[in-house]
C-alpha cells in the first residue's frame, strides 16, 4: 500500500512539473495567435525579425545557403542533421513521458472518464514490425543485384568458353592440315626464321637432302663473328687516334690490334699472295661458270 501512495505522489509530481514547464510554450503560442488576428501587430513583428535577421547576416552569423562554400554548406548540412537528430529524440522523450504519466496517473475522482490509450508494448511491436518490413526490403533488393551479376557473369563465361571452343577448332583443323612439307615450306617462308634454325629443320625432314643441298633466304641472314670482330678491330684503332696515336701504314695498324686485342689472331696476305689468287683463276677461267644475281641465289648445292 505504501508503494502505490509513493508512485502516485510521483506521478502527481511529475505531471504539475510537466503543466509548469509547458505553461511557457502556452504563453508563447496564444501570443503569436493574438499577434495574428492584429495585422498591424504581425506586420511590427515580421518587420522586427527581419531586421534582426539583417543584423545577424551584416556580422556573418548568418548565410544563405546559396551563398555558402562547399566546406560551410557541408558543416551546416552535419549541423541540420545533429539538429533534427536531438529535437526527435527529445520529441520521442516526451512524448513517451507523456504516455506513461497519462497511462498511470489515477483519476482525481470516481467519477471521470480516462480513454484508454495505446500500451507501449503494442507501439514496440509495431516499430519492430516495421524494421523488420525494412531490412526484408533491403535484403532482397541486396539478392536481386547479386543474381543479376550473376547472370551477367555467367553470360561472359560462355562467351569466353564458346571463343575458346573456336579457337580450339582452328588449331585442330591447322594442325590436321599441316604436313611435313607443308610445314618445310611454311619455315622457310617466313622471313623471321633465321638461316640455322631454317638448316636444322631441313636436316630433320630431309636427312640425306643436306648432304646435296642448303635452301636459304636473304631475310633471314644476321650479323656473324667476322662482322664483329671487325667492328671491334675498327673500334680499337679509332680509340688509338682519339688518344693522339699515329698509324702510318699496315704494319702500324697490325701490331696496335696485336697489342689491343690479344685475343684476336691477325695475320697479314702480302701483295704477292694476291697476286697468286689472280693468276691461278686466270688459269681457270674457262672452267667456272659465273651467275649473274649474286643477291638472287638462295639455293647451294654439292654437285
Same mark, same amino acid.
Given at each position: 500500500?505504501?508503494?502505490?501512495?509513493?508512485?502516485?505522489?510521483?506521478?502527481? $509530481?511529475? /505531471?504539475?512539473?510537466?503543466? @509548469?514547464? %509547458?505553461? *511557457?510554450?502556452?504563453?508563447?503560442?496564444?501570443? +503569436?495567435?493574438?499577434? #495574428?488576428?492584429?495585422?498591424?501587430?504581425?506586420?511590427?513583428?515580421?518587420?522586427?525579425?527581419?531586421?534582426?535577421?539583417?543584423?545577424?547576416?551584416? $556580422?556573418? /552569423?548568418?548565410?544563405?545557403? @546559396?551563398? %555558402?562554400? *562547399?566546406?560551410?554548406?557541408?558543416?551546416?548540412? +552535419?549541423?541540420?542533421? #545533429?539538429?533534427?537528430?536531438?529535437?526527435?529524440?527529445?520529441?520521442?522523450?516526451?512524448?513517451?513521458?507523456?504516455?506513461?504519466?497519462?497511462?498511470?496517473?489515477?483519476?482525481?475522482?470516481?467519477?471521470?472518464?480516462?480513454?484508454?490509450?495505446?500500451?507501449?508494448?503494442?507501439?514496440?511491436?509495431?516499430? #519492430?514490425?516495421?524494421?523488420?518490413?525494412?531490412?526484408?526490403?533491403?535484403?532482397?533488393?541486396?539478392?536481386?543485384?547479386?543474381?543479376?551479376?550473376?547472370?551477367?557473369?555467367?553470360?561472359?563465361?560462355?562467351?569466353?568458353?564458346?571463343?575458346?571452343?573456336?579457337?580450339?577448332?582452328?588449331?585442330?583443323?591447322?594442325?590436321?592440315?599441316?604436313?611435313?612439307?607443308?610445314?618445310?615450306?611454311?619455315?622457310?617462308?617466313?622471313?623471321?626464321?633465321?638461316?640455322?634454325?631454317?638448316?636444322?629443320?631441313?636436316?630433320?625432314?630431309?636427312?640425306?637432302?643436306?648432304?646435296?643441298?642448303?635452301?636459304?633466304?636473304?631475310?633471314?641472314?644476321?650479323?656473324?663473328?667476322?662482322?664483329?670482330?671487325?667492328?671491334?678491330?675498327?673500334?680499337?684503332?679509332?680509340?688509338?687516334?682519339?688518344?693522339?696515336?699515329?698509324?702510318?701504314?699496315?704494319?702500324?695498324?697490325?701490331?696496335?690490334?696485336?697489342?689491343?686485342?690479344?685475343?684476336?689472331?691477325?695475320?697479314?696476305?702480302?701483295?704477292?699472295?694476291?697476286?697468286?689468287?689472280?693468276?691461278?683463276?686466270?688459269?681457270?677461267?674457262?672452267?667456272?661458270?659465273?651467275?649473274?644475281?649474286?643477291?638472287?641465289?638462295?639455293?647451294?648445292?654439292?654437285?
Amino acid at each position: 500500500m505504501l508503494e502505490e501512495i509513493t508512485c502516485t505522489s510521483w506521478l502527481l $509530481k511529475k /505531471q504539475q512539473n510537466k503543466e @509548469k514547464n %509547458m505553461a *511557457p510554450i502556452k504563453k508563447k503560442t496564444l501570443s +503569436k495567435e493574438e499577434i #495574428a488576428k492584429k495585422s498591424v501587430l504581425l506586420a511590427e513583428y515580421k518587420e522586427k525579425e527581419r531586421l534582426k535577421y539583417l543584423k545577424k547576416k551584416e $556580422k556573418e /552569423q548568418r548565410k544563405c545557403v @546559396k551563398d %555558402m562554400t *562547399p566546406r560551410e554548406h557541408r558543416k551546416a548540412r +552535419k549541423n541540420w542533421v #545533429a539538429y533534427s537528430s536531438d529535437y526527435r529524440k527529445k520529441q520521442k522523450i516526451r512524448d513517451n513521458t507523456d504516455k506513461y504519466v497519462d497511462q498511470n496517473t489515477p483519476p482525481s475522482s470516481e467519477d471521470e472518464i480516462i480513454p484508454e490509450a495505446p500500451l507501449l508494448n503494442n507501439e514496440r511491436e509495431a516499430e #519492430a514490425r516495421r524494421r523488420s518490413i525494412v531490412q526484408r526490403r533491403k535484403r532482397n533488393s541486396m539478392l536481386k543485384r547479386k543474381d543479376l551479376l550473376i547472370e551477367n557473369l555467367k553470360k561472359k563465361l560462355a562467351s569466353e568458353q564458346q571463343r575458346n571452343r573456336r579457337l580450339k577448332h582452328r588449331m585442330i583443323q591447322k594442325k590436321q592440315a599441316l604436313t611435313p612439307e607443308s610445314k618445310m615450306v611454311e619455315i622457310a617462308n617466313d622471313p623471321n626464321q633465321k638461316a640455322e634454325l631454317i638448316k636444322k629443320a631441313i636436316q630433320d625432314f630431309y636427312p640425306l637432302a643436306i648432304k646435296y643441298t642448303w635452301n636459304f633466304h636473304e631475310a633471314g641472314h644476321g650479323k656473324g663473328a667476322p662482322d664483329g670482330i671487325g667492328a671491334t678491330c675498327k673500334r680499337s684503332a679509332d680509340q688509338l687516334i682519339a688518344q693522339r696515336g699515329d698509324i702510318t701504314n699496315l704494319y702500324d695498324f697490325v701490331a696496335v690490334l696485336r697489342e689491343r686485342c690479344p685475343n684476336i689472331n691477325i695475320s697479314v696476305i702480302e701483295d704477292a699472295d694476291i697476286e697468286k689468287v689472280i693468276k691461278m683463276i686466270k688459269e681457270h677461267e674457262k672452267e667456272q661458270k659465273p651467275f649473274k644475281g649474286t643477291l638472287l641465289v638462295h639455293q647451294v648445292s654439292d654437285l
